[in-house]
């Protein structure tokens, strides 16, 4: 902990306590909120007037009569620091991240993805570097469960954590299911907020209380590492919010998460309401303060950075932003944001940037949730600068418009890697250099694919090689398999489509017409398939430059339910690519099973 961030937490505390905002503090020292938040961060010493000012203002006892009077110590210096300020001030402290892609991510619609699909997500979160992997929600169905323990057996490095309600059902469901793993977490929730335990829970608060008490002193019972989350925090009554923090410490509770579940927060308020729980709870150093926030006004980063200013050691977070709704706060930003900012921030992650890019194609490779191409961090134009001006004083010094480089993120993948004459080892070498483990069998898939793209385009690059590896890996299993293709069109004709899949032991060819070339496969595919759906995205786009690239088309269909499956296919011709991934959704559709629970009854945090 540095100096820094003990001062500006006991001021914090104390004008919450108030409820002053920082802009009317500023305005009642007459000093600007710029010049607040440059003291606040311990860029500059308050002058003795100032400070007297200050005084004055947080101890007004006609403003506050039932507030005691605070002494300047407690304001911007605790007994934490005092015997550690010196060496450890600059030190920075490293924040643990805590990563939910699997869990929260996988609540968005359409992106959930099979267990053999997560297990890739999760070896790769793991060489990412992150601290915990959220490996889903056990009770939930047979699926995630399975999810979880294969997760857990297989996944070597994080800490792997099942979500469980406060209940005893749920709490041994994910117990069992972490068991595995070498390193493992029971994260359990309970609604603090009056809303969720009036009209959800139908429970008052001492019955909260002594439920997350109960559910704590379980799951510890059970593993060492325990995270309880208090649903709706930033809309409890602070007073009970903090009596429940206190309990669960006391019960056994190794992390105390304060999730914004409903995206309500804002920068500002949610730091002090860290602040606040840091000062208020007596017990608070025996655990680690996190926090979950949901983006709905846009603000899950911002939100989870003020936290993290104030004293919070872990941030939960997804991968792309992925989760319900408008998502949860993106890993990708929260590192890079500390990481370019250290100098504002003096934390660090264990996080390996190098491996975000990639991990983020896995990702919505794996959920079929494209990112915006002006995404920060891991969108297509994230690195690119188009304006002359810009190209300009790049080529001069790239300082001048870049403040990360695309290289400490992962996304210089257009180097040249392989090409028509690379033979297997050539192959396996590069695989195994990007962090590939092929079975065999795959590896003479992706072999043969290479040569096949090579003959039509010559040179592969890094990012053609996922695409490729990523289309012969498929995870789905395959009820519909397309074995042969046929498409006629012109300027002045009706396009036609011949299309043969093989369905088991059998093999249906049909033929049909469309409005257009993909048009006549998709109704040909969709006439054989005979699974009711409909077609809510057909997304096109170039892996690399050139018309000789490789394309990739993501594809997303509905069922009547309501269900959302994706699917994705690569290819240097459209419309294979666009028939492989409606083939591989409807294969994903096909393999759906209903969950044990109902969509209802799945609500988290
Ligand atoms: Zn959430």
């Given at each position: 902990?540095s100096?820094?961030l003990?001062?500006?937490?006991?001021?914090?505390?104390?004008l919450?306590r108030?409820?002053?905002?920082?802009?009317?503090?500023?305005?009642?020292?007459?000093?600007?909120?710029?010049?607040?938040?440059?003291?606040?961060?311990?860029?500059?010493?308050?002058?003795?007037?100032?400070?007297?000012r200050m005084?004055?203002?947080?101890?007004d006892?006609?403003?506050?009569?039932?507030?005691?009077?605070?002494?300047?110590?407690?304001?911007?210096?605790t007994?934490?620091?005092?015997?550690?300020a010196?060496?450890?001030?600059?030190?920075?402290?490293?924040?643990?991240?805590?990563?939910?892609?699997?869990r929260?991510?996988?609540q968005?619609?359409?992106?959930?993805?099979?267990t053999?699909?997560?297990?890739e997500?999760?070896?790769?979160?793991a060489?990412?570097?992150?601290?915990?992997?959220e490996?889903?929600f056990?009770?939930?169905?047979?699926?995630?469960?399975?999810?979880?323990?294969?997760?857990?057996?297989?996944?070597?490095?994080?800490?792997i954590?099942?979500?469980?309600?406060?209940?005893?059902?749920?709490?041994?469901?994910?117990?069992?299911?972490?068991?595995?793993?070498k390193?493992?977490?029971?994260?359990?929730?309970?609604?603090?907020?009056d809303?969720?335990m009036?009209y959800?829970?139908?429970?008052?608060?001492?019955e909260?209380?002594?439920?997350?008490?109960?559910?704590?002193t379980?799951?510890?019972?059970l593993c060492?590492d325990v995270?309880?989350?208090?649903?709706?925090?930033?809309r409890?009554?602070?007073?009970?919010l903090?009596?429940v923090v206190e309990?669960?410490i006391?019960?056994g509770?190794?992390?105390?998460?304060?999730p914004d579940?409903?995206g309500?927060?804002?920068?500002?308020?949610?730091g002090?309401?860290?602040?606040?729980?840091?000062?208020?709870?007596?017990?608070?150093d025996?655990?680690?303060?996190?926090?979950?926030?949901?983006?709905?006004?846009?603000?899950?980063v911002?939100n989870?950075?003020?936290?993290?200013r104030?004293?919070?050691?872990?941030?939960?977070?997804?991968i792309?932003?992925?989760?319900?709704?408008?998502?949860?706060?993106?890993l990708?930003?929260?590192?890079?944001?500390l990481?370019?900012?250290?100098?504002?921030?003096?934390m660090?992650t264990?996080v390996?940037?190098?491996?975000i890019?990639?991990s983020?194609?896995?990702?919505?490779d794996?959920?079929?949730?494209?990112?915006q191409?002006?995404?920060?961090?891991?969108g297509?134009?994230a690195?690119?600068?188009?304006?002359?001006?810009?190209?300009?004083?790049?080529?001069?010094?790239?300082?001048t418009?870049?403040?990360?480089?695309?290289?400490?993120?992962?996304?210089?993948?257009?180097?040249l890697?392989?090409?028509?004459?690379?033979?297997?080892?050539?192959?396996?070498?590069k695989?195994?250099e990007?962090?590939?483990?092929?079975?065999?069998?795959?590896?003479?898939?992706?072999?043969?694919r290479?040569?096949?793209?090579?003959?039509?385009?010559?040179?592969?690059?890094?990012?053609?090689?996922?695409s490729?590896?990523?289309?012969?890996?498929?995870?789905?299993?395959?009820?519909?398999?397309?074995?042969?293709m046929?498409v006629?069109?012109g300027?002045k004709?009706l396009?036609?489509?011949?299309?043969?899949l093989i369905?088991?032991e059998?093999?249906?060819?049909?033929a049909g017409?469309?409005?257009g070339?993909?048009?006549?496969v998709?109704?040909?595919?969709a006439?054989?398939?005979?699974?009711p759906h409909?077609?809510?995205?057909?997304?096109?786009?170039s892996v690399?430059?050139g018309?000789?690239a490789?394309?990739?088309?993501?594809?997303?269909?509905?069922d009547s339910?309501?269900?959302?499956?994706?699917?994705?296919?690569?290819?240097t011709?459209i419309?294979?690519?666009?028939?492989?991934?409606?083939?591989?959704?409807?294969?994903?559709?096909?393999?759906h099973?209903?969950?044990?629970l109902g969509?209802?009854?799945?609500?988290?945090v």
């Open positions: 902990m100096s820094v003990v001062r500006r937490q006991g001021l914090l505390a104390a919450a108030r409820n002053l905002s920082q802009a009317k503090f500023a305005r009642q020292l007459n000093c600007s909120p710029g010049y607040l938040s440059d003291l606040l961060q311990g860029r500059y010493q308050p002058s003795a007037e100032l400070r007297d005084l004055a203002a947080i101890n006892a006609e403003s506050f009569p039932n507030l005691p009077p605070v002494p300047w110590d407690d304001l911007f210096i007994t934490d620091t005092a015997t550690s010196g060496k450890e001030a600059s030190m920075p402290a490293t924040i643990r991240i805590f990563d939910t892609t699997l929260d991510g996988e968005c619609p359409g992106a959930s993805m099979n053999e699909e997560k297990l997500v999760a070896r790769q979160l060489r990412l570097g992150v601290d915990v992997i490996a889903g056990p009770i939930s169905s047979e699926r995630d469960f399975l999810a979880v323990r294969d997760i857990a057996t297989e996944v070597q490095g994080p800490i954590a099942g979500l469980c309600r406060a209940n005893e059902m749920d709490i041994r469901r994910a117990a069992d299911a972490v068991a595995p793993a390193r493992k977490r029971i994260h359990t929730f309970l609604a603090t907020s809303i969720h009036e959800k829970l139908r429970k008052t608060r001492e909260v209380l002594a439920m997350a008490v109960k559910a704590v379980l799951a510890r019972s060492d995270e309880f989350s208090a649903e709706d925090a930033t409890s009554d602070i007073d009970f903090c009596r309990a669960v006391d019960a509770a190794t992390t105390v998460n304060i579940t409903v309500y927060a804002i920068p500002d308020e949610f002090a309401l860290i602040a606040t729980i840091r000062s208020r709870v007596p017990n608070i025996k655990a680690v303060i996190s926090v979950h926030c949901h983006n709905d006004l846009g603000l899950a911002a989870s950075l003020a936290a993290v104030n004293g919070a050691g872990q941030v939960e977070c997804t792309n932003g992925l989760g319900e709704r408008a998502g949860n706060a993106a990708e930003e929260i590192v890079m944001a990481r370019t900012r250290g100098d504002s921030f003096n660090t264990n390996n940037t190098k491996e890019v990639r983020s194609r896995l990702v919505s794996m959920s079929g949730i494209q990112v191409p002006n995404k920060a961090i891991v297509a134009n690195f690119a600068h188009e304006s002359g001006i810009h190209q300009h004083g790049m080529l001069a010094n790239k300082r418009y870049e403040i990360m480089s695309p290289e400490d993120v992962g996304a210089g993948g257009t180097k890697v392989l090409g028509i004459h690379s033979g297997k080892h050539a192959v396996l070498r695989l195994f990007m962090g590939y483990e092929l079975s065999d069998e795959q590896l003479e898939k992706v072999v043969a290479i040569k096949v793209v090579a003959e039509k385009k010559k040179e592969i690059t890094e990012r053609d090689l996922e490729i590896v990523m289309d012969e890996t498929n995870l789905v299993t395959e009820r519909f398999h397309l074995d042969y046929h006629v069109a300027t004709m396009p036609t489509a011949t299309v043969r369905c088991g059998e093999e249906i060819t049909e017409i469309g409005v070339s993909v048009d006549s998709y109704k040909t595919i006439a054989v398939a005979k699974l409909s077609l809510v995205d057909y997304v096109v786009h690399t430059g018309t000789d490789l394309g990739e088309v993501s594809v997303r269909i509905q339910d309501g269900h959302i499956f994706s699917g994705r296919g690569a290819s011709d419309i294979d690519a666009s028939a492989k991934a409606y083939v591989q959704a409807l294969n994903r559709l096909a393999a099973l209903p969950s044990t969509a209802e009854q799945i609500e988290s």
